[in-house]
């Protein structure tokens, strides 16, 4: 069964949506459309029936008629009960149109508001997150852009201004300055920074007091009166005040408040009610925690993120001690002119400079790696959004069609269960009813409106001097042999040793063949694919122990492979070879064995089989010829899975009606990966890959014996 998860995929997510979403409030313009029959029909029933009963106020002289049939006149008889029938008429229609009302007007244009608002909601939802995708995915590619300029940057500085043996001494300077900075820092730890509420305090002891407070005091947004902006971060007097008290050995209230007019003195609050620089000990006076006590105390503000994560609290407390707010507190407080101990290290202006662009490279790289992962976290979550609402979308169309089926029903059974003269009518009305088909209408809109095919497409963090280290999926197949050492990725082949590992474990081979076919949730194969993505493994062992950690089934194991293969940044078989072999496959197409006929001749039969037999030789010539311009590694892993199917096929043949069970499989495991190895085509719901899939199973020993020899031979 086809299904708006497998359709309606574009490369920017955006354009397949709007297509299904146009498609669905076309949808809802239909459902307008049979609430106006459904109206119209109610109104003439209406009207009719009003016209039958007032036949009879209209005649005149009736009176005569009343005589008449007083005097039993038959024609009297007659004409009253012509009159009455045509009111029984009438009263049928107007109980036609009150059932019309009640049966299906009211319910059925109730039920198309609520649809028509799930659409919006669900238009809504999507289009939104796709949109701030797209944004977080431009400043990603911002990121990268800014790194490596950077990077290139830093080495035409290297180039330009150092030789081999200036940039070791370099290195080491730099190390020298990195331990000379560490110690410096320590020394300031332990410096007198001032004194509040009568207690010294140093600097590391200032630092840990306003983490104290910054971290485990609950603060609020204060909203100002008379304006509409709020202050964030903000505690009123009382608030400090007493948790002063709760977490600091002060004496009482009065050295508490001083603690507080000292911190405020300081530059580290802010008065929020006005102007004025006095702490009070109040729910009334409300006070705001500036950034500078944020980054004194190496705390990172609420709701935003560290600006320089990875960087040391060491370099975090330099960058402090010459940054303007330094200056701020060094104006109230006065600088310590304490000489220090130790001796600066003698760096020169180049090396300094390289200093300086190092640092910046680091944090450069540190936030664009940060936000790569981000990126690819949000794709998945993006991806796991649309298949829900794809999913309810499908749900919601066929509920519509559904809906104008019983709708339709219910409309005509109303005209059909009063009037018999109109069976006629209700009967093709019924009829058309009948012919009504919701799964021929997704169908039809499937086919006629897909936009493409699930085809994920990762965020690949693009490290200047190891690119494809630091992740496993969306990193092309090349590079990915090339950093495993493998000629297959190591993920593939030790998946499918994990999966020849447990196949012994299950009960039969249904469940064996199921577990390549079954639909799993897209968020469980993130799961696992998040798993593994990071880390990079030696070998097989390592990969076996995630899996069986996360204690996922063998079907989420199985859909990681798929996974893989889909977020690859080429196919397996690439679009350049992929265009050739569609050429081939429609030159010479797998041929069906005609069903057996008694007129036919034997020489005839005889002609059809070598032509089959002809066409089939030639397909899998060209098959193996187009393949071998590959490269060793889209080959080896073509043949690692066909491999793995191959010899599951083999033992599949072996059991209980094994021929008509590896058939099937072949079939439905062709069908399943057939957008794993060839791009699919809008056009052609990628036949191509399942013939071609289907061929490398069953002419597996043929096609890669010639592609090893001719590899053999280059």
Known sequence: MLSFCDYFWSEDLASGLEVLFDRLYHGCEQCDLFIQLFASRMQFEVSHGRQLFGIEAGMNNLKVVQEDEQETVTVARALRGILQEMSQEGTHHLTIASNIESLVLQPFSKWCVEHRERIQYSEKTLLTNVNNFRKSKKYVSKLEKEYFNKCRQLEEFKKNNFNDSELADAMKSLTVQHKYEEDLARE???RFFNQIAGIDFDYKTMKETLQLLLTKLPKSDYKLPLISYSLSNTNNGGEITKFLLDHMALKDTDQAETFGQDLLSLGFLKYCNGVGTTFVNSKKFQYQWKNTAYLFANVPMPGSEDAV?????????????????????????????????????????SERMLF???????????????????????????????????????????????????????????????????????????????????????LQLLTKYKTGSFQPQAIVYNNYYNPGLFQNFGVDLET???????????????????????YPDLPNDKVRTSIWTDSVKLSLTHQLRNLLNKQQFHNEGEIFDIMSESKLGPSTVASVVKIYLLELPDPLIPNDVSDILRVLYLDYPPLVKPADDNSDTSSKDQQTDENEEDSDTKRIRGLYTTLSSLSKPHIATLDAITTHFYRLIKILKMGQDGKEVADEFTISISQEF?????QSKITDDNEVGFKIFYDLLTHKKQIFHELKRQNSRN
């Open 674 to 678: 057939a957008n794993c190895i060839i």
């Open 188 to 190: 300031k730890d332990h």
């Open 309 to 349: 994560a990875g960087e040391s609290l060491i370099s975090r407390f330099n960058n402090w001690d010459g940054s303007s707010a330094k200056e701020i507190i060094q104006s109230k407080i006065g600088s310590d002119q304490r000489a220090t101990s130790i001796q600066a290290p003698h760096i020169s202006d």
């Open 356 to 442: 300086k662009m190092m640092d910046g490279l680091k944090a450069s790289d540190t936030k664009y790696y940060q936000e790569c992962f981000k990126m690819d976290a949000l794709r998945c979550s993006i991806e796991e959004l649309l298949i829900d609402h794809l999913s309810f979308m499908e749900k919601c169309e066929t509920d519509r069609l559904n809906a104008i089926k019983k709708a339709t029903l219910d409309f005509c059974s109303t005209l059909g269960n009063k009037i018999s003269s109109l069976k006629l009518c209700v009967d093709k009305m019924l009829t058309l009813e009948n012919d009504i088909d919701p799964t021929a209408d997704l």
């Open 480 to 502: 990915r042999c090339r950093l495993d050492k493998k000629i297959v990725p190591l993920i593939i082949s030790s998946i499918f040793s994990y999966m020849d590992k447990i």
